[in-house]
């Protein structure tokens, strides 16, 4: 008979794969082959696959295959039993002594990995390891103390400079004890990977890792959210359109349920209808344009606001779609020649108070002037007009979107018409009135005269963002507008803006005392601080933290009110100047 040559071929990644095994595997099925010679044609086969079998780390699958194999063998030779049966064993020896090298091999890399400072490979999903692994990446990071009702705000001292337009989400700050979980989690996995070896990593490196682990995990967290909190405001301003139609639309709803001879006497509301409608395509356009500010490669990938139809369809809370409808009345507010004289009332006393105060030295940087709750941005680009460097700061990302179009978008006067009153029918005298066009801006910002580098926005909170020790006495003066009774506390306010004043600096108040979270129960699940002051305890908490009231005076002031309604809400405002001691 005829004798058949054959070679194992063995995985290059295999430990098995040295020179001295390969020679001892050629030599053995020599052997064999010379033994057993009529029956070794079929016999190849066995030893072939169970070869292949042991050198991918199944030993069983060796004897499995070689068992196999025999029945077939018997037909050709009456001792092919007698071959596989020997194939299968040592199969099954050369897999135990190829595990036994890699485990030793793994161990020994480790150890040198472990001396060496590097990490080893992660561990082997579903281990406990990993689950714990993600368990804590995943878990909800704590955010500051101070729970908000707007959850879309930007990051705590985000620059907004020159351009308004790098806003960013609040950052996340992870919590002590999730702090603790990671360095304990980060210090059990070196012990796991380098066994007592570990221990020769100096501590100070354990902790920098496991901070900066934690740091990792509060950024990703971090630009997750922030993404969310942007895309949730961009799917309110985009379902303005809807939500204003459906509000018309009752008013056709209804109009059609009147008796024959009453639709007959407001027969007109027909044309009034249709000139809603058209408004609310008029403000639609204006956000849309807004929002595609948001769209060029310039923009930070988190602000970039994506095409309509790469963004997941979600109903728009009721809370978020009347924000949208704030906007509209706060940039008229700020922003139109119509409310001028409403800005009179509150921006004209403060600007006075700090022309009579504020004086330029030639050769010295101009005069420093802080406006926190800047909204839109009317007052600090007042400021900024007369020379001041002002900065001013907000909380809300719906105005700080609105604000950064404004400011660094509108190229001439009157360049955009906003209809903001047209969403109620309450309180007009005339359909005219209710749909008249406001335009804004009254002064694009390009055209105020402002010198260069003396404006900019601060995004964030205002305890967070100037409560830091960076911002201690740097500024000549703090200009507060509807503003202080915004705060969980006012004494916090009062005793930032005192450390942040120079001293002889000036603190220039015009505003009521509306707290915005006295009746926060009725509408948040979570017990929210808020102390309310009265005007007396005000006076008497700037005194001890170092600001010496040198005027007060009460005036009359009105807030994002529609001038033409017959509703007209006036707020007695205390004006108040201090000045810090």
Known sequence: MTSCSFLVNFPSSSSFSSASSRSLSRAFFALLSFFFRPAISSAACACSFAASSFASRSAFSALAVALSSCFSSAVCASNAFLVAFIAACVCFSFTLFRRSISFSHRATVARRSVSSGSDIAPPARGSRRARDDRAVEFAPAATSSRARRDP?????????????????RDRIVVARAARKRAKKR???DRSDRGGATSMTVPEEHEKAKGWDRDNAIAKQAD????RAAFLKIVRAMRDYASDAAREVHRWERNYERLPENHRALLSHHVAKHDDAYRCVKRNDDFFKEMLSS???DDVPPHLRVPPPGEMAHE??????????LYVLKNLARDWSAEAADERLQSHGPILAELERRLKAVPGRPPPRVMVPGAGLGRLVLECARRGWESEGNEYSYYMLLTSSFILNHATKAEQFTIHPWMHTNNNHLSDANQLRGVKVPDVPACDAGVPPGCMGMCAGDFVEVYGAAENA???DAVATCFFIDTAHNVIEYLEIISRCLKPGAVWVNFGPLLYHWADADGYLSADEMSVEMSLEDVERVA??????VVKKEMRESKYTGDKMSMCQTVYEC???VAVKR
Do not use: N, Q, Y
């Not at 109903?315 to 949208?324: E, G, H, Q």
């Not at 005194?543 to 010496?548: F, I, K, N």
């Open 294 to 296: 948001f769209t060029g």
């Open 315 to 324: 109903p728009v809370a009721p809370s978020d779609a009347v924000k949208v």
């Open 473 to 475: 006495g740097r500024w």
């Open 152 to 168: 879309l705000a930007p990051a705590a001292g985000a620059s907004l400079c020159a351009s308004v337009g790098g806003v960013t």
């Open 186 to 188: 980060h210090l059990i």
């Open 574 to 576: 205390a004006f108040i």
């Open 543 to 548: 005194d001890a933290v170092g600001l010496d």
């Open 223 to 226: 630009e997750e959210l922030e």
